[in-house]
């Protein structure tokens, strides 16, 4: 019986083997040992990978450059206009929190004092001056020549009063809707920074529309009755709104929108200058804001009631 001949190349690496050194033998079978191991790897990763991206390697729709995995939203997500968040989302909160003067300085903030002239609807244009403090204290002051309006916050007390020139001439208790209405912006800087201290839920809603520019948008859920969306510019990462949507007692939904624009510095703080707010639809006021004033000091005694001398 003739002996089968091996093929060329495989006689070849015998040759080579048999005359290589001992360390080049070592060197060698090491290297194979890791290029099996190595294919192993890539194979297990391929067969048990389920993150493709959805339909033909595009990023989900509305995300912008988000590249989210189908798997993450089909898992995380309960709400299917919400998307989880997570690396990508962070990072744009972290952008945001820097836009505004960075971390340390949002949380430094103890109190801020900002005044400027309010533009109602019906045309009336009065000045108004902000104060707030520990985020659990606000008061609000508008002022014309003649006379002036005040409501404050307070753990202690909740007040409003009107002045005639430099006389009280009225001094009550705001009613449960006033109070309720003025409470959900008495946060000193900023609410999603404040979210995510107090552990509120927050979700991402993608980018979509605001004021005819696309925006990142995040919910956050203070109350079960009460969400507001967040609308971050992508370019510039500053909160270029907000928007409050409350199921009030009877059923109905009240949506109040505020577009903020020419952002400015207070110390180190952004602020915006200008704030147009709506509701369900209509303007019904814009605050052109002229001065801002970070932890200035701010006396507990501004959120004390006065006292009526009639």
Do not use: C
Not at 47 to 66: I, R, Y
Not at 208 to 215: E, G, Q, R
């Amino acid at each position: 019986m003739k002996p089968i001949s091996m093929p060329p190349m495989i006689r070849y690496f015998q040759e080579a083997w048999e005359m290589s050194s001992l360390g080049s033998k070592i060197f060698g079978f090491l290297f194979v040992i890791l290029s099996i191991a190595g294919l192993v790897g890539v194979f297990w990763v391929t067969s048990n990978w389920s993150g493709d991206l959805v339909e033909d390697d595009t990023p989900v729709a509305g995300l912008g450059s988000f590249n989210l995995r189908k798997s993450i939203r089909e898992v995380e997500a309960t709400n299917p206009l919400v998307l989880p968040i997570g690396v990508a989302e962070r990072a744009v909160l972290d952008r945001h929190f820097m836009a505004l003067g960075g971390i340390q300085t949002i949380s430094s903030v103890s109190s801020l004092r900002f005044s400027g002239k309010v533009h109602f609807a019906d045309g009336t244009i009065q000045d108004v001056f902000v104060v707030k403090k520990g985020g659990d204290r606000m008061r609000i002051s508008v002022r014309t020549p003649l006379s002036q309006t005040s409501i404050a916050i307070s753990p202690k007390d909740n007040w409003k009063a009107t002045w005639h020139l430099e006389s009280v001439v009225e001094v009550g208790d705001m009613s449960p809707e006033e109070l309720e209405s003025h409470m959900r912006y008495i946060y000193v800087v900023s609410e999603l920074y404040l979210a995510m201290e107090k552990g509120w839920d927050m979700n991402y809603l993608g980018q979509h529309d605001f004021n005819y520019k696309m925006a990142h948008v995040f919910e956050v859920r203070p109350e079960p009755k009460h969400s507001v969306r967040f609308f971050i510019d992508p370019e510039t990462h500053l909160d270029i709104g907000r928007e409050d949507r409350i199921f009030e007692n009877d059923g109905t939904l009240t949506i109040t929108r505020r577009m903020n624009s020419e952002h400015f510095q207070a110390n180190r703080l952004t602020i915006p200058g200008k704030v147009e707010t709506y509701l369900n639809g209509e303007i019904s006021q814009t605050l052109i804001i002229k001065r801002g004033e970070v932890n200035s000091g701010v006396l507990d005694s501004v959120f004390t009631r006065p006292v009526s001398k009639q």
